[in-house]
């Protein structure tokens, strides 16, 4: 199993490097932006760090996530800053699902979603129009900053469980059948051209996959402030899926 769980993870080492590069190849500015290289430089990071972990939960199963973009899809600057959040968002979710117990891999987990969410709605203030989307945009970002630090808190206090529970392979198939899903949404909605539904079309998945996550946490885990914090996630981005749903709606054209 645990060179199973390695050859999926170069797999997705290898899908990461193909993106970079199709990015390298594309007409840019001179100069990189400050921002991307950041992104770049936190990916590398992270992967290091969730290859450290494997030998600690070596047993569990990973799903592979191809971060490059459907061919013939434009490497906009735009995309390029879509690409490098979803890469660094999906390398932190993955080390949560690959936690034995389902309040940490909660924690972790929604912790690199919501990290996910605040960078794609700074990307929509800065390639947005859209009166309506850039407001959702900075309330995602406030109220998800301080659901960021909670969780922060809560995991410097609670580490991993040592062993696997009795829930844990159930939650782990939970969550990775839920990212699935969520990452070919994604994917196909952040290559929209228009700024404004690239963003919509991205964070409504996004936020379907909060709530499945948090539906997760409530089957399986027993913490009440990460249970509590759960049903706080389904209640906000429930009314915010609402909102995205209607908004695409009436602007289709």
Not at 17 to 27: D, E, G, I
Not at 69 to 86: I, N, Q, R, V
Request: hydrophobic share 40%; glycine share 4%; aromatic share 4%.
């Amino acid at each position: 199993m645990k060179t199973s769980y390695q050859s999926r993870l170069a797999v997705m080492a290898a899908s990461i490097s193909a993106a970079l590069l199709v990015s390298a190849c594309q007409p840019t500015p001179e100069e990189v932006a400050p921002a991307e290289v950041v992104a770049t430089e936190t990916t590398a990071t992270d992967t290091s760090t969730q290859a450290a972990a494997t030998d600690a939960h070596s047993g569990h199963d990973m799903t592979n996530m191809d971060m490059t973009p459907a061919e013939g899809t434009p490497m906009t600057e735009m995309l390029k800053d879509y690409t490098a959040s979803m890469t660094s968002m999906n390398v932190e979710m993955m080390k949560g699902m690959n936690y034995n117990d389902p309040d940490t891999a909660f924690a972790q987990g929604m912790l690199g979603h919501h990290i996910g969410a605040v960078d794609m709605a700074k990307i929509e203030l800065k390639y947005g129009k859209d009166e309506e989307m850039r407001k959702l945009a900075q309330q995602i970002i406030d109220a998800q900053q301080s659901e960021i630090t909670t969780m922060q808190t809560w995991l410097a206090s609670h580490p991993d469980a040592a062993e696997p529970t009795a829930d844990t392979k159930a939650m782990q198939q939970a969550y990775a059948e839920g990212m699935d899903a969520m990452h070919s949404e994604m994917m196909a909605g952040i290559a929209d051209p228009v700024a404004d539904m690239a963003f919509v079309r991205g964070m409504l998945p996004h936020h379907i996959g909060a709530v499945d996550m948090a539906e997760v946490e409530l089957k399986y885990g027993k913490d009440a402030e990460m249970r509590k914090l759960a049903q706080q996630v389904i209640d906000a981005q429930k009314a915010e899926i609402k909102q995205m749903q209607n908004w695409i709606a009436n602007n289709k054209a």
